[in-house]
Nanobody, 125 residues
Framework: VQLQACGGGVVQAGESMRLSCAAS????????VAWFRQAPGKEREFVAA????????YYSDDVKGRFTMSRDNAKSTVYLQLNSLKPEDTAVYYC???????????????????WGQGTLVTVSS
């Protein structure tokens, strides 16, 4: 599976942005998909995920209520809507997928087999 994330850029605090991640090589049906992010000087962290069976999405506490993840299996595309952005949301955002990820491991980056190249989101104050 190849993943291509896009949609990043520079926005002001409080604004919105939508990221998308297109998969090629196989369908996303039956595959867990997730978004992680890595801020400058920090470790990569979980943002949101949807399980193989389509349960969720599940969100980190930092983004719950502001970010919305969705998936379109027919288009093999995953989206992340980012609202009410804050400067601390500045990071490289990665989409990832895995066919063997169990629900309890959705927030574990080591559970995923396929990663996109990342797209940079910069939120200015």
């Amino acid at each position: 599976v190849q993943l291509q994330a896009c949609g990043g850029g520079v926005v002001q605090a409080g604004e919105s942005m939508r990221l998308s991640c297109a998969a090629s090589g196989r369908t996303l049906r039956g595959v867990a998909v997730a978004w992680f992010r890595q801020a400058p000087g920090k470790e990569r962290e979980f943002v949101a995920a949807s399980s193989r069976t389509g349960s969720g999405p599940y969100y980190s506490d930092d983004v719950k209520g502001r970010f919305t993840m969705s998936r379109d299996n027919a288009k093999s595309t995953v989206y992340l809507q980012l609202n009410s952005l804050k400067p601390e949301d500045t990071a490289v955002y990665y989409c990832t997928a895995g066919a063997s990820v169990i629900t309890s491991s959705l927030s574990n980056e080591n559970a995923y087999a396929y990663w996109g190249q990342g797209t940079l989101v910069t939120v200015s104050s």
